[in-house]
């Protein structure tokens, strides 16, 4: 569904990722981990058209997504959860959702709201307003509400309590049960390679290993893109 | 002391000698034609004066000011005052002041004095001015330009009111113009190559860096607006002196735009593009104006009168100009700067000079020291009671998660965020609050996560800049920067532009920068981001020359942990806003909660192993 | 008593007017971050409009200053504007300086230099009763015309998909548009809106004054940004709070100044907002940290 072949983006004479190689089938549940300033903002932002790549081919569903604006892709079915939520914080919640349901009929809305029962209990308050874990929530929801072919979620945990990780987890453990196609990064790479079928480690702009959820778990690769050389 | 100068003196020669020669051939030509003509010519260096001045605040600043054309309004009515015959002035402003009133001065005289006021005056509105936002100076120069207007046109006792002045007599002659015009290329020259220019420069540049290296922005910003209120009075005065009439729209908003558009067709960065704009638009603008009149285009189609079409023409130019060549036609370098010239005159390597970045003994040393520090914005505790201590000579890095506090610490050690609760000590004196640009100039360093080059100066300048941010001077700033850029191999590159550094090289620059403002604490965040195993390995060796040799204290924010264990005695983990353990790097590193932090519980058994 | 409340009106009527301008030139920032220094010609062509069609039935005229108005601020945004939307914030202002040289320059080549008169109804010129004192119809009008653009505005921001696009817009430009939201068509509607506002006050000025000048666009304009700033950029409510307050201010200065500052009302005028700026840089209303809010 989504392919990258050779993507090098750079800004500001900085070269972030050299020639990144992946594929996402549909349904399938991919994570990216690594360090800080691994590169794996800046490989979400080049999917989703915030960024310009240097050079490398970006495709979906036999697309080429070289040079569109964000909103065109964005309406071809990429649904991004961006780092930090970004929720618009002086609409309310159910502005925030109406935004993203654009005339998907409100039937959409009430099931979202349904599976979400705390969004529709704050439905008409700020988004501002909202807890960190009420946040996200929100944001993956908005994600949704778009009827997307492939989500992708920046760093969903981060900011937020473990128990709060664990209700948002659960949530996306729902959608993988549906065959959402999802793209999934993280900086806590233990939870996120349990938790996708397949995996990437991203470190210093280039996939330093890949492969299924059993085969990463005891690799030292892992450790060693992480903790430095003494491991 | 190190004789060199930021650029081989051939390339400072040029940059001058270029400028002062077009001048020279502009009056040549003037002087060539007909008295018509000569007095149009003399009109544009007059112009040319107060494109100047313009060029001095809104090049070197990067804002614009609107208002500029007030202080040539204020020169030439000062100018004009003072040398219209008395009986003349006591006609037509009847309550001017005797003194004034009676004032036959001569054009000289006047013209200085003219220049007094308009600085007096621009010192006076600037004050506040320049302590408005970037985005509102703009605006409040607009007011003040229509202020300005209203009052010369509503003042009529000592100002001849709507009608203007007249009598005034016209005294400038092609010669004292291009002689005033070619003061006006050295001054301007003079001041972007001085550190004050420089240090308006690296604001320009970036902001957020420039305070980071003691630059104070209001000050700097309120020199140049002098210098440029001083020179547009001149100009103004001359400008009065040449077509002995002046009313209130003479300086108001059609030369405002005119002048503007010079300046940014020109290139608004260098003085060679304020006179090759202001060459080249008036005479588009002359060629206009005639055709204006009624003309045939090369024998082939004649245009009927049409007023209004050199205006209209000269807008269309700002336009594109704007959409097509923001940088100008001189693409904001000075003569001297061009890729040909600059090639042919190598940067001999500097001697290392003694006079290394000391600091004057009795600044506020010592540890730095932060208590119980904690911050939270939009709902999000980010710091959470955070404790960290820099002994002298010391090197702490600072590790931990994404989103775990690291950056924002440094933020509010180094003055660019004030936390909720808590302080910063440094020695004995409590900082909490202090600015960046206070910090810096006592001693506090650092560095940023993107590495924020001052793109438009070259390398030894965007150093050179740091020392001069503190308060060194230019000559011994020159020096520093040599013996930094000479520590950090980077000699070779002195002369190229720092915006067109490889990434590695303008991390270093970063770190170059931060050290030639002789920091007793330097805070570098993430320094090796992006940087491969050799280049980090350099780095690592250069770090730990700076401690060795400089005396000073590093703070090391670093996801790198290679280089965190090569260079740090001491390591602090933050997670989560709170401090997670504080060691030597091999207990940390095998600490379980560490691991657990960066990459979840299933990989703590592999620590061990 | 009748003279205060008499001044208290000619104060909000004319605060009213620089509301309305200042809501256009916050619109525009709200959206692109721009200060549009071609407001002012937004203002002054559709006036023009009104000159041009001078023997036409005087609401038709109307229709035609409307038109204009949003054509004309359309057609800049996409030729000028565009172009130059992702370039640093001096060089959009400076782009806008061009826009309003070339059009103040167009109108003065084409039509004249000076300025014209244009008729207006004369009930436009007439006083009505209102309780005990006699008020302009005039002034009745900006009034109403204030509330209702208020209104109408409230509703489009709050009741319609566009204004909730523009609201989103406005608060991250960059997540609206990863929602699907369609960049060019928002700022469209942000300068078509402008335009509007802009062909109302010049409607407005046009039955004040009974002329029009290629520079009657220089003050207002100045008016807009200074409204703006001093409400604190990138809100409405700081916008409209900005343009009552200046607005107040020059009306009851006019009225109070003793004769021989009334001259420099003007000058005045424009020069205490700049000490507000001075004491709060971000304005009265405006956010420390300068984030945009409609």
Same mark, same amino acid.
């Given at each position: 569904?989504?392919?990258?072949?050779?993507?090098?983006?750079?800004?500001?004479?900085?070269?972030?990722?050299?020639?990144?190689?992946?594929?996402?089938?549909?349904?399938?549940?991919?994570?990216?981990?690594?360090?800080? /300033?691994? /590169?794996?903002?800046?490989?979400?932002?080049?999917?989703?058209?915030?960024?310009?790549?240097?050079?490398?081919?970006?495709?979906?569903?036999?697309?080429?997504?070289?040079? &569109?604006?964000?909103?065109?892709?964005?309406?071809?079915?990429?649904?991004?959860?961006?780092?930090?939520?970004?929720?618009? /914080?002086?609409?309310?919640?159910?502005?925030?959702?109406? &935004?993203?349901?654009?005339?998907?009929?409100?039937?959409?809305?009430?099931?979202?709201?349904?599976?979400?029962?705390?969004?529709?209990?704050?439905? #008409?308050?700020?988004?501002?307003?909202?807890?960190?874990?009420?946040?996200?929530?929100?944001?993956?929801?908005?994600?949704?509400?778009?009827?997307?072919?492939?989500?992708?979620?920046?760093?969903?945990?981060? /900011?937020?309590?473990?128990?709060?990780?664990?209700?948002?987890?659960?949530?996306? #453990?729902?959608?993988?049960?549906?065959?959402?196609?999802?793209?999934?990064?993280?900086?806590?790479?233990?939870?996120?390679?349990?938790?996708?079928?397949?995996?990437?480690?991203?470190?210093?702009?280039?996939?330093?290993?890949?492969?299924?959820?059993?085969?990463?778990?005891?690799?030292?690769?892992?450790?060693?893109?992480?903790?430095?050389?003494?491991? | 002391?190190?004789?060199?100068?930021?650029?081989?003196?051939?390339?400072?020669?040029?940059?001058?000698?270029?400028?002062?020669?077009?001048?020279?051939?502009?009056? @040549?030509?003037?002087?060539?034609?007909?008295? @018509?003509?000569?007095?149009?010519?003399?009109?544009?260096?007059?112009?040319?004066?107060?494109?100047?001045?313009?060029?001095?605040?809104?090049?070197?600043?990067?804002?614009?000011?609107?208002?500029?054309?007030?202080?040539?309004?204020?020169?030439?009515?000062?100018?004009?005052?003072?040398?219209?015959?008395?009986?003349?002035?006591?006609?037509?402003?009847?309550?001017?002041?005797?003194?004034?009133?009676?004032?036959?001065?001569?054009?000289?005289?006047?013209?200085?004095?003219?220049?007094? @006021?308009?600085?007096?005056?621009?010192?006076?509105?600037?004050?506040?001015?320049?302590?408005?936002?970037?985005?509102?100076?703009?605006?409040?120069?607009?007011?003040?330009?229509?202020?300005?207007?209203?009052?010369?046109?509503?003042?009529? %006792?000592?100002?001849?009111?709507?009608?203007?002045?007249?009598?005034?007599?016209?005294?400038?002659?092609?010669?004292?113009?291009?002689?005033?015009?070619?003061?006006?290329?050295?001054?301007?020259?003079?001041?972007?190559?001085? @550190?004050?220019?420089?240090?308006?420069?690296?604001?320009? %540049?970036?902001?957020?860096?420039?305070?980071?290296?003691?630059?104070?922005?209001?000050?700097?910003?309120?020199?140049?607006?002098?210098?440029?209120?001083?020179?547009?009075?001149?100009?103004?005065?001359?400008?009065?002196?040449?077509?002995?009439?002046?009313? +209130?729209?003479?300086?108001?908003?059609?030369?405002?735009?005119?002048?503007?558009?010079?300046?940014?067709?020109?290139?608004?960065?260098?003085?060679?593009?304020?006179?090759?704009?202001?060459?080249?638009?008036?005479?588009?603008?002359?060629?206009?104006?005639?055709?204006?009149?009624?003309?045939?285009?090369?024998?082939?189609?004649?245009?009927?009168?049409?007023?209004?079409?050199?205006?209209?023409?000269?807008?269309?130019?700002?336009?594109?100009?704007?959409?097509?060549?923001? %940088?100008?036609?001189?693409?904001?370098?000075?003569?001297?700067?061009?890729?040909?010239?600059?090639?042919?005159?190598?940067?001999?390597?500097?001697?290392?000079?003694?006079?290394?970045?000391?600091?004057?003994?009795?600044?506020?040393?010592?540890?730095?020291?932060?208590?119980?520090?904690?911050?939270?914005?939009?709902?999000?505790?980010?710091?959470?009671?955070?404790?960290?201590?820099?002994?002298?000579?010391?090197?702490?890095?600072?590790?931990?998660?994404?989103?775990?506090?690291?950056?924002?610490?440094?933020?509010?050690?180094?003055?660019?965020?004030?936390?909720?609760?808590?302080?910063?000590?440094?020695?004995?004196?409590?900082?909490?609050?202090?600015?960046?640009?206070?910090?810096?100039?006592?001693?506090?360093?650092?560095?940023?996560?993107?590495?924020?080059?001052?793109?438009?100066?070259?390398?030894?300048?965007?150093?050179?800049?740091?020392?001069?941010?503190?308060?060194?001077?230019?000559?011994?700033?020159?020096?520093?920067?040599?013996?930094?850029?000479?520590?950090?191999?980077?000699? %070779?590159?002195?002369?190229? +532009?720092?915006?067109?550094?490889?990434?590695?090289?303008?991390?270093?620059?970063?770190?170059?920068?931060?050290?030639?403002?002789? +920091?007793?604490?330097?805070?570098?965040?993430?320094?090796?981001?992006?940087?491969?195993?050799?280049?980090?390995?350099?780095?690592?060796?250069?770090?730990?020359?700076?401690?060795?040799?400089?005396?000073?204290?590093?703070?090391?924010?670093?996801?790198?942990?290679?280089?965190?264990?090569?260079?740090?005695?001491?390591?602090?983990?933050?997670?989560?806003?709170?401090?997670?353990?504080?060691?030597?790097?091999?207990?940390?590193?095998?600490?379980?909660?560490?691991?657990?932090?960066?990459?979840?519980?299933?990989?703590?058994?592999?620590?061990?192993? | 008593?009748?003279?205060?409340?008499?001044?208290?009106?000619?104060?909000?009527?004319?605060?009213?007017?620089?509301?309305?301008?200042?809501?256009?030139?916050?619109?525009?920032?709200?959206?692109?971050?721009?200060?549009?220094?071609?407001?002012?010609?937004?203002?002054?062509?559709?006036?023009?409009?009104?000159?041009?069609?001078?023997?036409?039935?005087?609401?038709?005229? =109307?229709?035609?200053?409307?038109?204009?108005?949003?054509?004309?601020?359309?057609?800049?945004?996409?030729?000028?504007?565009?172009?130059?939307?992702?370039?640093?914030?001096?060089?959009?202002?400076?782009?806008?300086?061009?826009?309003?040289?070339?059009?103040?320059?167009?109108?003065?080549?084409?039509?004249?230099?000076?300025?014209?008169?244009?008729?207006?109804?004369?009930?436009?010129?007439?006083?009505?009763?209102?309780?005990?004192?006699?008020?302009?119809?005039?002034?009745?009008?900006?009034? $109403?015309?204030?509330?209702?653009?208020?209104?109408?505005?409230?509703?489009?921001?709050?009741?319609?998909?566009?204004?909730?696009?523009?609201?989103?817009?406005?608060?991250?430009?960059?997540?609206?548009?990863?929602?699907?939201?369609?960049?060019?068509?928002?700022?469209? =509607?942000?300068?078509?809106?402008?335009? $509007?506002? $802009?062909?109302?006050?010049? !409607?407005?000025?046009?039955?004040?004054?009974?002329? !029009?000048?290629?520079?009657?666009?220089?003050?207002?304009?100045? =008016?807009?940004?200074? $409204?703006?700033?001093?409400?604190?950029?990138?809100?409405?409510?700081?916008?409209?709070?900005?343009?009552?307050?200046?607005?107040?201010?020059?009306?009851?200065?006019?009225?109070?100044?003793?004769?021989?500052?009334?001259?420099?009302?003007?000058?005045?005028?424009?020069?205490?907002?700049?000490?507000?700026?001075?004491?709060?840089?971000?304005?009265?209303?405006?956010?420390?940290?300068?984030?945009?809010?409609?």
């Amino acid at each position: 569904m989504l392919e990258l072949r050779g993507l090098t983006v750079g800004y500001g004479g900085v070269e972030v990722l050299h020639g990144v190689e992946m594929s996402v089938e549909e349904g399938a549940v991919v994570g990216i981990v690594g360090p800080n /300033g691994a /590169g794996k903002s800046s490989l979400l932002r080049a999917i989703c058209g915030l960024t310009r790549s240097s050079a490398g081919e970006i495709s979906f569903e036999g697309r080429s997504l070289r040079g &569109l604006a964000p909103e065109e892709i964005a309406r071809l079915g990429i649904a991004l959860v961006p780092e930090g939520r970004q929720i618009f /914080g002086t609409l309310t919640v159910a502005e925030n959702l109406r &935004l993203a349901a654009q005339g998907n009929g409100s039937g959409a809305m009430d099931q979202i709201l349904e599976r979400l029962p705390v969004l529709r209990e704050r439905a #008409e308050q700020r988004a501002d307003r909202l807890s960190g874990g009420e946040q996200q929530q929100l944001a993956v929801a908005r994600a949704l509400l778009r009827k997307p072919r492939l989500l992708i979620l920046d760093e969903p945990s981060l /900011g937020l309590a473990p128990k709060t990780i664990d209700v948002v987890y659960g949530l996306l #453990e729902e959608l993988r049960e549906e065959g959402v196609t999802m793209l999934l990064v993280e900086q806590n790479a233990a939870r996120t390679i349990d938790f996708c079928r397949r995996s990437l480690v991203l470190a210093g702009g280039r996939v330093r290993a890949s492969g299924r959820r059993e085969e990463l778990q005891r690799n030292p690769e892992v450790l060693r893109a992480y903790m430095g050389r003494q491991l | 002391m190190n004789g060199r100068g930021l650029r081989s003196p051939a390339s400072a020669a040029v940059s001058l000698i270029v400028p002062l020669v077009l001048v020279a051939l502009t009056a @040549a030509v003037g002087a060539s034609g007909t008295p @018509a003509f000569e007095e149009t010519v003399t009109l544009i260096l007059c112009n040319l004066i107060v494109v100047l001045g313009l060029q001095v605040f809104i090049g070197n600043s990067g804002v614009y000011s609107f208002g500029q054309l007030g202080f040539a309004a204020s020169g030439a009515y000062v100018a004009a005052l003072l040398t219209i015959p008395a009986a003349f002035t006591a006609l037509q402003t009847p309550e001017l002041p005797k003194l004034i009133s009676d004032a036959e001065l001569t054009p000289l005289l006047s013209t200085l004095i003219a220049g007094a @006021a308009s600085g007096l005056l621009a010192l006076v509105v600037g004050w506040p001015l320049m302590r408005t936002s970037t985005l509102a100076i703009p605006i409040s120069t607009f007011a003040f330009l229509i202020v300005a207007y209203n009052v010369l046109a509503n003042w009529d %006792e000592v100002t001849g009111g709507s009608s203007g002045l007249v009598s005034i007599p016209r005294t400038t002659d092609l010669t004292s113009a291009a002689l005033w015009a070619s003061v006006a290329v050295v001054v301007a020259l003079a001041f972007k190559r001085s @550190a004050s220019g420089y240090r308006l420069q690296a604001t320009r %540049e970036d902001e957020v860096a420039a305070r980071s290296i003691g630059i104070g922005l209001m000050r700097e910003r309120l020199i140049a607006f002098t210098i440029s209120g001083v020179l547009c009075g001149i100009g103004g005065a001359l400008a009065v002196h040449q077509s002995g009439v002046l009313s +209130p729209t003479t300086f108001y908003f059609a030369a405002s735009v005119t002048t503007l558009t010079m300046l940014v067709v020109g290139g608004a960065r260098s003085v060679l593009g304020a006179v090759v704009g202001t060459l080249a638009v008036a005479t588009v603008n002359e060629l206009l104006r005639n055709f204006e009149e009624g003309a045939s285009v090369l024998g082939l189609f004649s245009i009927g009168e049409t007023p209004g079409l050199a205006a209209i023409g000269l807008g269309l130019i700002l336009l594109v100009a704007m959409v097509a060549l923001p %940088e100008g036609l001189s693409r904001g370098r000075e003569a001297g700067e061009i890729e040909s010239v600059r090639r042919r005159l190598p940067a001999r390597p500097a001697s290392p000079s003694p006079a290394a970045a000391t600091r004057p003994a009795g600044e506020a040393s010592g540890r730095l020291r932060a208590e119980a520090i904690s911050l939270a914005f939009s709902g999000l505790h980010v710091l959470r009671g955070v404790d960290l201590e820099l002994p002298p000579g010391e090197a702490l890095g600072l590790i931990g998660p994404n989103g775990a506090g690291k950056t924002t610490l440094v933020n509010v050690l180094s003055g660019f965020q004030a936390p909720d609760a808590g302080r910063v000590v440094l020695g004995d004196v409590e900082v909490t609050r202090w600015s960046p640009s206070r910090l810096a100039r006592a001693g506090l360093g650092r560095t940023f996560q993107a590495a924020l080059p001052f793109a438009g100066l070259s390398v030894i300048e965007s150093v050179a800049v740091g020392a001069m941010g503190v308060g060194i001077g230019r000559r011994r700033a020159v020096g520093i920067a040599a013996n930094v850029l000479d520590r950090l191999g980077l000699s %070779e590159q002195a002369q190229r +532009p720092a915006g067109l550094q490889p990434p590695g090289n303008q991390r270093l620059l970063g770190i170059a920068r931060a050290l030639a403002t002789a +920091p007793r604490h330097l805070l570098l965040d993430e320094p090796a981001a992006g940087l491969n195993d050799e280049e980090r390995r350099e780095l690592a060796a250069i770090l730990r020359g700076v401690i060795h040799d400089f005396g000073c204290a590093i703070l090391l924010i670093e996801h790198d942990m290679n280089l965190v264990m090569d260079l740090c005695s001491r390591v602090q983990v933050l997670d989560d806003g709170r401090t997670v353990v504080v060691g030597n790097p091999e207990e940390v590193q095998a600490h379980p909660a560490v691991v657990e932090a960066y990459l979840g519980t299933s990989y703590l058994e592999d620590a061990h192993a | 008593m009748t003279e205060l409340a008499q001044s208290l009106i000619d104060a909000l009527a004319l605060g009213g007017l620089y509301a309305l301008i200042a809501i256009g030139v916050t619109l525009i920032y709200t959206v692109m971050g721009m200060m549009n220094f071609a407001q002012g010609e937004f203002i002054m062509l559709p006036a023009y409009a009104l000159y041009v069609l001078a023997g036409v039935p005087f609401a038709v005229a =109307v229709g035609g200053a409307l038109a204009t108005g949003i054509a004309i601020a359309v057609l800049a945004e996409r030729v000028a504007f565009r172009p130059v939307r992702n370039a640093d914030l001096s060089a959009q202002l400076v782009t806008s300086l061009a826009v309003a040289t070339i059009l103040q320059s167009l109108v003065s080549a084409t039509v004249d230099g000076r300025a014209q008169s244009v008729a207006t109804p004369a009930l436009v010129s007439e006083s009505s009763q209102v309780g005990s004192l006699s008020v302009p119809n005039l002034e009745i009008l900006t009034l $109403a015309l204030t509330a209702i653009v208020l209104g109408g505005l409230g509703w489009l921001l709050y009741r319609t998909r566009i204004g909730l696009e523009m609201r989103a817009a406005a608060e991250n430009f960059e997540m609206a548009r990863l929602l699907g939201v369609r960049a060019n068509r928002v700022i469209a =509607v942000a300068f078509a809106i402008s335009g $509007a506002l $802009a062909a109302t006050v010049g !409607v407005l000025i046009v039955m004040q004054t009974g002329q !029009v000048s290629p520079t009657m666009g220089l003050t207002p304009v100045l =008016v807009g940004f200074i $409204a703006v700033v001093i409400g604190g950029f990138g809100r409405i409510s700081g916008a409209v709070i900005g343009g009552l307050a200046l607005g107040a201010l020059s009306s009851l200065l006019g009225t109070y100044l003793p004769d021989g500052l009334v001259p420099f009302r003007d000058a005045i005028v424009f020069s205490l907002p700049v000490a507000i700026l001075i004491v709060r840089p971000q304005g009265l209303l405006g956010a420390a940290s300068g984030e945009a809010r409609i």
